[in-house]
């Protein structure tokens, strides 16, 4: 199962909107409405902040949601504030019945 | 509260087995439908799923590492138990235990991390 394909890196202002994009096949990331977006400070373990393409746990911030279309889904970050600096990863359950992570990409907020 | 612990060694030698050990609070192994990964990151690179196992003691695995893992769970002591056989250089990475459930199919807690490191 190869790894999806995501950016290795997006920058943004603060208060700037940035997108990240993870690109699947239609065995994962096409096939399936489970695509989830982690986030991870260095030296921190990762944190869910969406799950099912577009859904956000309790207590992740409204500024962080998610789409998808075909095999491509997407983070966006609006009203981008200094703490969303960190490595973003997404995964999406696969036909294997496994798991498949992205390549991750680094947030770099200008 | 959700909590997940990982224990295990810090440095094993190439061809030695590893056993890697996640102890749980704040749910049960035993309720229907929770359930345990563990997913892996080498330094300064990507996550990587390894395997699961369930309540109902179903079990799945990376399809690359299938024939070295082996998942398993005392209830009992709130552990899920992975052991990764014939351990290379390649696999120095930190270890993570997440919760998982039947019918989700996203981590939404994790434990903290242990590094391994695999060096003679």
């Known amino acids: 199962q190869s790894a999806l394909t995501q950016p290795a890196s997006v920058s943004g202002s603060p208060g700037q909107s940035i997108t990240i994009s993870c690109t699947g096949t239609s065995s994962d990331v096409g096939g399936y409405n489970y695509v989830s977006w982690y986030q991870q400070h260095p030296g921190k373990a990762p944190k869910l902040m969406i799950y099912?393409?577009?859904n956000r746990p309790s207590g992740v911030s409204n500024r962080f949601s998610g789409s998808k279309s075909g095999n491509t889904a997407s983070l966006t970050i609006s009203g981008l504030q200094a703490e969303d600096e960190a490595d973003y990863y997404c995964s999406s359950y696969t036909s294997s019945s496994s798991y498949v992570f992205g390549t991750g990409t680094k947030v770099t907020v200008l | 509260q959700v909590t997940l612990k990982e224990s295990g060694p810090v440095l094993v030698k190439p061809t030695e087995t590893l056993t890697l050990t996640c102890t749980v609070s704040g749910f049960s192994l035993s309720n229907a439908r929770m359930g345990v990964s563990w997913i892996r990151q080498p330094p300064g690179k990507a996550l990587e799923w390894l395997a699961h196992i369930f309540s109902n003691d179903e079990k799945s695995y990376s399809t690359s590492l299938k024939s070295r893992l082996t998942i398993s769970k005392d209830t009992s002591k709130s552990q899920v138990v992975l052991t990764m056989t014939n351990m290379d250089p390649v696999d120095t990475a930190t270890y993570y235990c997440?919760?998982?459930?039947?019918?989700?199919?996203?981590?939404?807690?994790w434990g903290q991390g242990t590094l391994v490191t695999v060096s003679s």
């Open positions: 099912d393409v577009s």
């Open positions: 997440a919760r998982i459930r039947w019918g989700q199919y996203y981590f939404d807690y």
